[in-house]
C-alpha cells in the first residue's frame, strides 16, 4: 500500500465547505479518508461581511492506493499542499489543531 497524504485550505462557502466527498476524491482508484477538520474567524470585530466572509479551515486526508498515485489533480490546486511524509503530515495537524483552538478563543463569534 502507498500511503499520501494531503492538507486543503479553504474558506466557508468553497467547493469543498459542505462537500466533502469531492475533496477525497481527487486521487482515483484510491480509499482516502479524512482525517481532520478544523475552521475558525479570521476576521475580529464585528461589521459588514464578519460572519459570511470570516470563515477559514482546513482539512486533512490521508489516501492509499494500491500502485503508484495519480496526483495531477492535487499538484494543479494550489490550496492543497501534498506532505512528503508521515511526521511531516502529523506536525502539521499538531500546529493547525493549536492555531485553530487560539482563533476560536480569540474570536469565539
Same mark, same amino acid.
Given at each position: 500500500?502507498?500511503?499520501?497524504?494531503?492538507?486543503?485550505? &479553504?474558506?466557508? &462557502?468553497?467547493?469543498?465547505?459542505?462537500?466533502?466527498?469531492?475533496?477525497?476524491?481527487?486521487?482515483?482508484?484510491?480509499?482516502?479518508?479524512?482525517?481532520?477538520?478544523?475552521?475558525?474567524?479570521?476576521?475580529?470585530?464585528?461589521?459588514? &461581511?464578519?460572519?459570511?466572509?470570516? &470563515?477559514?479551515?482546513?482539512?486533512?486526508?490521508?489516501?492509499?492506493?494500491?500502485?503508484?498515485?495519480?496526483?495531477?489533480?492535487?499538484?494543479?490546486?494550489?490550496?492543497?499542499?501534498?506532505?512528503?511524509?508521515?511526521?511531516?503530515?502529523?506536525?502539521?495537524?499538531?500546529?493547525?489543531?493549536?492555531?485553530?483552538?487560539?482563533?476560536?478563543?480569540?474570536?469565539?463569534?
Amino acid at each position: 500500500m502507498k500511503y499520501t497524504y494531503y492538507m486543503y485550505k &479553504g474558506y466557508s &462557502g468553497d467547493k469543498f465547505y459542505l462537500n466533502t466527498a469531492t475533496l477525497i476524491e481527487l486521487v482515483p482508484d484510491s480509499k482516502a479518508k479524512i482525517v481532520k477538520r478544523l475552521n475558525w474567524l479570521s476576521q475580529i470585530g464585528f461589521g459588514y &461581511g464578519y460572519f459570511n466572509n470570516s &470563515g477559514k479551515y482546513v482539512t486533512f486526508v490521508k489516501v492509499s492506493t494500491k500502485g503508484e498515485p495519480d496526483l495531477t489533480k492535487l499538484q494543479s490546486d494550489s490550496s492543497i499542499t501534498i506532505f512528503d511524509n508521515v511526521d511531516e503530515f502529523k506536525l502539521e495537524v499538531k500546529d493547525y489543531t493549536i492555531y485553530a483552538k487560539n482563533k476560536n478563543k480569540q474570536n469565539p463569534y
